[in-house]
């Protein structure tokens, strides 16, 4: 809309002042940020790598930054990362574990664009994705009944997440289903980490007729349950067999190669991003429940 010679003046002007847009400004223009927000409570977790995969490529395929925070499961710190969608410094956000309660949750659901990824609050009406975690559970203690396991430990999470209490209802139903009693002393709680199961599997070790074989909440859990075995001079899976959840990588390289269930971490990611993106765009979500499919991985853990 202007002549080549003012067109040469400004290009001129930019060459000598090394001019550089003003991104904020512009944004603020357009009422947007194009940054989303993805907040973690553990950013050192293996298992968000490919989740956070999965957000950034699609994100980065739409024109968006991804910013990643950690809230060490404080909720006050959460609200702090919040209020940056409030004061629409973000355009979205994508919670991996929400600390708030649900209430404050579907009352920023319903204002802002969020969405919950892998946990998820009951009761809201604000978007998530996840597996179907009684299932997963009951596929994994499932498969050690049919091995011919009769006393099977788990060892769960002391968080309470939702899919903790959710994979623990899949492990009672199995053993329902196989007639075998439920015993509330073969559910040991504890963290979601390599001490957790190390731990656990000790104590489990010391009852007078330990578990057979053990359903971990987590691969790297399941690893300190292996550790603690070897530690007894205990064989794996001759004595003892180990079935973690996840399929992070450490499964498949360590010593025996782990049984796991898998979940599809980067499209968990990728779909997450998939249905943020048509709430920043006003659209409507055909779906607020989504959950994709397991798989049980097979390694030595369980069988020779």
């Known amino acids: 809309s202007v002549s080549p010679k003012t067109r040469d003046k400004v290009e001129k002007a930019i060459n000598e002042l090394n ?24 950013i050192s977790n293996p298992f968000y790598s490919k989740v956070v995969e ?27 990362y919040l209020d940056l969608l409030v004061n629409r410094l973000v355009d979205g956000v994508i919670l991996m574990e929400p600390e708030i309660d649900s209430e404050e ?16 609050k009951e009761g809201t009406d604000v978007p998530h994705i996840s597996i179907d975690n ?34 623990e209802e899949g492990y009672k139903q199995a053993l329902r289903g196989a007639g075998l009693d439920y015993n509330q002393d073969l559910i040991k709680l504890g963290s979601y980490g390599f001490t957790g199961g190390l731990r656990a599997t000790k104590d489990f070790l010391q009852m007078e007729n330990a578990p057979t074989a ?56 990728k779909i997450s991003m998939e249905i943020l993106l048509d709430l920043i765009k006003n659209e409507s979500v055909p779906q607020k429940e989504v959950y994709l499919e397991h798989e049980l991985i097979i390694r030595e853990s369980t069988i020779k």
Do not use: W
């Open 134 to 167: 009684v299932g997963a559970g009951y596929t994994a203690v499932n498969y050690l009944i049919k091995l011919g396991h009769k006393k099977i430990g788990m060892i769960s999470g002391y968080n309470r997440l939702l899919s903790a209490i959710q994979r």
């Open 105 to 120: 949750l579907t009352q920023i659901g319903n204002d802002f664009p969020v969405v919950q990824c892998c946990e998820y």
């Open 214 to 269: 053990i359903f971990a909440i987590s691969d790297i859990t399941a690893i300190g349950a292996i550790r603690a075995i070897k530690e007894e001079g205990l064989r794996i899976p001759d004595d003892i067999a180990v079935v973690g959840f996840d399929n992070t990588s450490i499964a498949s390289m360590y010593d025996p190669q782990l049984t796991t269930i898998s979940q599809p971490r980067y499209d968990l990611g």
């Open 19 to 42: 001019y550089q847009p003003n991104y904020l400004g512009r944004n603020l223009r357009r009422a947007e940020t194009r940054i989303i927000l993805v907040i973690l409570q553990n």
């Open 54 to 80: 999965g957000i950034e490529d699609l994100g980065h395929k739409h024109g968006y930054t991804i910013m990643i925070c950690n809230t060490d499961s404080e909720s006050d710190r959460e609200r702090s």
